[in-house]
């Protein structure tokens, strides 16, 4: 099992300042600038770099309950995260950081859910997650990779941070129940003589006839608005969705396009260094020709004269 990395409570570590690619880009004016760029790793995470991820999630929520009392709140929070991820050798960007932070998550929660029930399912008919098999997990919609050490990492993270409640700590007590006193039964009372019924009046079965379908108007209406706003807010969620997908596609295609750029520099520049070059083996070449050809007619001349 791997561990996590040492950190201090106390103080949140400044990350160094990471490794980054330099390229000289030449103006329209001619004047020579340098940018700098991060080359991020693509493809699936390692192990070491999720928990290098779940290393730097804590330290953040510790510098950001840390940042309410010294008012620095003005900081990036996922920058900070790529930061310290990128000087720990997870060459990720924030973006990564937090599609990969949103997924563990929501393993994590499907995990914890399911032992939940397990735990408080009668007789163990629940099997727990960590003794099934991956085909036993996807069977159940649980996710089929969730590691152990992982899992304790993200626990520690969630909990520090939103400390669980008495039930989810001990969920053995869920179904426990105290024992009914026992209680005597009173003693018989003596019949009583049968009473006539009197029917109610009509007043009075009108006013409750109108009393019912008073109410169940009113439920009727009070079930159409909370269905309603139901229906509003799956509206707002699923285009607060769409929207932050689609700004997440620009970011993306943005990136590409700044990458594509600083190649297509990188090139163009290589192009014309060589151009240089080849222009400057040339003129070597025809200077060295012109003064053979210049020494020839000087021989031809001297050999002519008596």
Known sequence: MSQLPNTSSSTTPVPPQPPYKNYHITSHSGATTSTTIRDYRKGNWTLEETLILITAKKLDDERRISSTTTGNRGELRWK?????????????????????????LRDYKKVREYELRAHNSTNNSLPSYWSMDKAQRKDRNLPSNMLLNIYEALNEVVQKKHPPNRQQQAPHLQHYQQPPLAVLPPPPLPPAAPLPEVPPPASEASAESSETQGDSAEKHDTEIKRRRVRDIGSSIIHSTTLLSETLKQCDEKKERRHRELMELERQRLHLEETRTEVNRQGMAGLITSINKLSDAIHSLISEKRP
Do not use: F, I, P, T
């Open 80 to 104: 900070w995260v790529e930061n310290y991820c990128w000087s720990n050798g997870c060459l990720r960007s924030q973006n990564q950081c937090n599609d990969k932070w949103d997924n563990l």
